[in-house]
């Protein structure tokens, strides 16, 4: 069974950057495509990013106008988030998870216990 560590949040002002990681465990990282969720309190959880089984290809919720980068390395196990120009609006409980390449939550079979990020000033 997959499972999925995430790492790397905190606290960065407006403007900065965070890059978010997510360790896998097993021998089978490399079969599922991986992708990055969010959530505040209330709110539904929210598709940030998602990428190919090989790294091959991602998308991006349109909002973000190109401020995240996710990127993977099978090798360790690892997909990455990197945040720039962060904004308050960032704010939120970050996921990773493992499943079908996909914008849908209901498409994804594992999941991380997420990483606070806030961004405040």
């Known amino acids: 069974q997959m499972q999925l560590v995430e790492s790397g949040g905190g606290l960065v002002q407006p403007g900065g950057s965070l890059r978010l990681s997510c360790e896998g465990s097993?021998?089978?990282?490399?079969?599922?495509?991986m992708g990055w969720f969010r959530q505040v309190p209330g709110r539904e959880r929210q598709f940030v990013a998602t990428?190919?089984?090989?790294?091959?290809?991602?998308y991006y919720r349109d909002s973000l106008k190109g401020r995240f980068t996710i990127s993977r390395d099978n090798a360790r196990n690892t997909v990455y988030l990197q945040m720039n120009n962060l904004k308050p609006e960032d704010t939120a409980r970050y996921y990773c998870?493992?499943?079908?390449?996909?914008?849908?939550?209901?498409?994804?079979?594992?999941w991380g216990q997420g990483t606070q990020v806030t961004v405040s000033s």
């Open positions: 097993g021998r089978t990282f490399d079969s599922y495509a």
């Open positions: 990428i190919r089984r090989s790294g091959s290809d991602s």
């Open positions: 998870a493992a499943g079908r390449y996909s914008d849908a939550r209901n498409d994804y079979d594992y």
